[in-house]
C-alpha cells in the first residue's frame, strides 16, 4: 500500500494493481513450495522407507540428482560424483558393508514465477534406464501414487493450489522422431 494513504484514499486502480501484486506474490511462494516438495519426494527426501522411495536407489546418486531450473535439464556427460563412487555393488545390489548416499547434489531454486516454465528432471547420466528399473515408483507418483509414499503428484498440486485455476503442469514423455518431447498434462 502507498505510505501514508489509507484504502478508502486509494484510487481503484491503485487498489486493483496493490490486490494483483499480493496475489501474484502468493501465487510463487506456493509454486516454489510446490517445486521444493516435488523435488524432495523424487530425491527420497524424507520418504526412503525399507519398501524404497519415489526413485530407485542403488548408491543413491540417481536419487540424489533431480534438479528444478527455468532451463530444460540436462544429463551430466561424466559418471557419478566421488562421493557416491566409492559406494561398492556388484549387478544390482550393494557390497556388504556399504549403504546408499542420499544427498541432494542441486539446490532449489525459490525464484520460479508464474507465466514462466519450471522444468523439473534427473542429471544422471543413465536417468532413462533407471526411471525404467523395477524399484522405480516414478509412475505411480506421476499418476498419484500408491505403495511407499502418501501422496502422488495430482493430489499434491490440489494441496498446494486450492484455487480453481491451477497451474498448468505436463510431465514431458517419449521423444519423437523430429526430437519433439510429447507431454502429459496433469
Avoid: C
Avoid at 74 to 99: D, F, M, Q, V
Amino acid at each position: 500500500m502507498a505510505k501514508g494513504i489509507s484504502y478508502t484514499e486509494m484510487k481503484a486502480k491503485d487498489f486493483a494493481n496493490m490486490i494483483r501484486d499480493d496475489t501474484r506474490e502468493e501465487i510463487e511462494v506456493q509454486l516454489n513450495g510446490f517445486v521444493r516438495s516435488v523435488v524432495n519426494d523424487l530425491s527420497n527426501k524424507g520418504m526412503f522407507t525399507a519398501k524404497g522411495g519415489v526413485s530407485p536407489v542403488l548408491t543413491g546418486f540417481f536419487a540424489s540428482s533431480w534438479k528444478a531450473d527455468t532451463r530444460r535439464i540436462t544429463r551430466e556427460k561424466t559418471g557419478r560424483a566421488s562421493e557416491w563412487a566409492k559406494i561398492k555393488y556388484k549387478g544390482n545390489k550393494l557390497l556388504p558393508g556399504y549403504r546408499p548416499l542420499l544427498k541432494q547434489r542441486h539446490t532449489v531454486p525459490t525464484t520460479f514465477k508464474i507465466n514462466k516454465s519450471v522444468f523439473i528432471g534427473n542429471t544422471a547420466k543413465y536417468a532413462p534406464k533407471a526411471v525404467l528399473s523395477p524399484k522405480s515408483q516414478i509412475f505411480a507418483y506421476l499418476a498419484d501414487g500408491s505403495g511407499t509414499f502418501a501422496e502422488g503428484l495430482t493430489y499434491k498440486i490440489d494441496r498446494f493450489f486450492t484455487d480453481k485455476k491451477r497451474p498448468d503442469i505436463r510431465v514431458g514423455g517419449d521423444l519423437d522422431d523430429a526430437g519433439r518431447i510429447s507431454y502429459l498434462k496433469l
